[in-house]
């Protein structure tokens, strides 16, 4: 089954608070990172525009990238295992509300930095789509056995930058990512909670 992973040092069990504590650290971390490129780059931030159908395009966006995700999960066996080792380590532990948390968190600050800063500072250009697109794949590769959640990631950040550079609104990217997270962390958890844990 899809779910029952062995335990493995690579995939040692955190408890609830630890997975909290590590993404508020994440996404302040990544926030100082964004502040800071700011103010020694001299680079402003993406806006971030309300107005229009910028809501409904990121909402959109982030359907179709979930939509999308849960089409690969089920065609590619090495995607889908490496998605369940990172989404087994990060999401297991975490109660229903904390969801909430791992929509948002990861979401803004990953969004103002990737988006939001790096791609104006490297060039609001395909250079500097490419360039923070593979930033953001890095970061989401826990182990060299992850490595095709990475290049999801990688896929992702791309299509959230283009629409950063087709709209030059911060909020599309913002609001997909966030719904991306959201409806792929209460999928797995829901899923997950059907079947037994295998570390018990």
């Not at 359907?63 to 065609?75: D, V």
């Not at 995607?79 to 990172?86: E, F, I, K």
């Not at 990953?110 to 104006?120: A, H, I, K, S, T």
């Not at 791309?158 to 959201?182: F, M």
């Amino acid at each position: 089954m899809a779910n029952q992973l062995p335990q493995t040092p690579e995939t040692e069990t955190l408890t609830r608070v630890q997975v909290l504590i590590a993404m508020g650290v994440t996404a302040l971390f990544l926030l100082m990172v964004a502040k800071i490129w700011q103010r020694v780059g001299g680079v402003s931030l993406l806006p971030l525009n309300w107005m229009g159908n910028a809501p409904f395009w990121g909402i959109g966006l982030g359907l179709g990238i979930s939509a999308t995700s849960a089409i690969i999960y089920r065609l590619w066996p090495a995607y889908r295992q490496s998605a369940n080792l990172y989404l087994d380590l990060v999401i297991r532990p975490l109660a229903w509300p904390d969801l909430v948390w791992l929509g948002l968190l990861p979401g803004l600050s990953e969004e103002l930095l990737f988006r939001g800063v790096m791609l104006p500072a490297l060039g609001f250009d395909l250079t500097g789509l490419a360039l923070s697109s593979l930033c953001f794949g890095a970061l989401h590769l826990s182990s060299l056995k992850n490595w095709p959640y990475m290049l999801w990631a990688m896929a992702i950040g791309a299509v959230l930058g283009l629409s950063a550079l087709i709209t030059g609104n911060l909020l599309v990217p913002l609001a997909a990512h966030i719904v991306t997270n959201l409806i792929s962390g209460c999928v797995w958890k829901w899923h997950s909670d059907q079947k037994p844990n295998p570390s018990v």
